[in-house]
T-cell receptor, first 113, second 114 residues
Framework: DTEVTQTPKHLVMGMTNKKSLKCEQHMGHRAMYWYKQKAKKPPELMFVYSYEKLSINESVPSRFSPECPNSSLLNLHLHALQPEDSALYLC????????????FGPGTRLTVL | AQSVTQLGSHVSVSEGALVLLRCNYSSSVPPYLFWYVQYPNQGLQLLLKYTSAATLVKGINGFEAEFKKSETSFHLTKPSAHMSDAAEYFCAVTSNFGNEKLTFGTGTRLTIIP
């Protein structure tokens, strides 16, 4: 089974709201990733958790806050987002960070009004 | 730094015709190469990967790709296109060294003409 699940599938939020995206995998993978994908563009890496230690893409604004409660779960907390943050947010996992195949979830379509 | 270049942002082929999607890579170390497919409003699905074993890699849905070091290429092919192959295709590269991230190409949108 190579399934990564993400909830919710769609999310609409205002610029003052606080919301969270959730990702889960039960493949025993030790690395998990958040990507942002704008229309007609490739995914851009936002954060990596490897053995529950965080690596950050320095260009990601602080209104995005990742959390890894355990090795199977990954959250992305959203606060005071801007309309340009509207995108498809993809979660992925891999056995180890680096060379191993990343398996992607179906994504959360986020719209910021 | 590693990178991949996908030639042709849009490719159209007739149903039943050969599919050829081009990917060239740049890497100072032996690369690991991937092809992913993305259907509208969905996540990325792995088609196939090259990890320094056989140079001809077979994937799902009848796709295959050949690693050619002399040409720094990893082109994706399918002998006979099906309507269900219409999607966005991404080539990606990483390596076995350190904590390299997965670097994607800009993608190729494949359209199948009935």
């Amino acid at each position: 089974d190579t399934e990564v699940t993400q909830t919710p599938k769609h999310l609409v939020m205002g610029m003052t709201n606080k919301k969270s995206l959730k990702c889960e995998q039960h493949m025993g993978h030790r690395a998990m990733y958040w990507y942002k994908q704008k229309a007609k563009k490739p995914p851009e890496l936002m954060f990596v958790y490897s053995y529950e230690k965080l690596s950050i893409n320095e260009s990601v604004p602080s209104r995005f806050s990742p959390e890894c409660p355990n090795s199977s779960l990954l959250n992305l907390h959203l606060h005071a987002l801007q309309p340009e943050d509207s995108a498809l947010y993809l979660c992925a996992s891999s056995q180890e960070r680096g060379r191993d195949t990343q398996y992607f979830g179906p994504g959360t379509r986020l719209t910021v009004l | 730094a590693q990178s991949v270049t996908q030639l042709g942002s849009h490719v159209s082929v007739s149903e039943g015709a050969l599919v050829l999607l081009r990917c060239n890579y740049s890497s100072s170390v032996p690369p690991y190469l991937f092809w992913y497919v993305q259907y509208p409003n969905q996540g990325l699905q792995l088609l196939l990967k090259y990890t320094s074993a056989a140079t001809l890699v077979k994937g799902i849905n009848g796709f295959e790709a050949e690693f050619k070091k002399s040409e720094t290429s990893f082109h994706l092919t399918k002998p006979s296109a099906h309507m269900s192959d219409a999607a966005e295709y991404f080539c990606a590269v990483t390596s076995n060294f350190g904590n390299e991230k997965l670097t994607f190409g800009t993608g190729t949108r494949l359209t199948i003409i009935p």
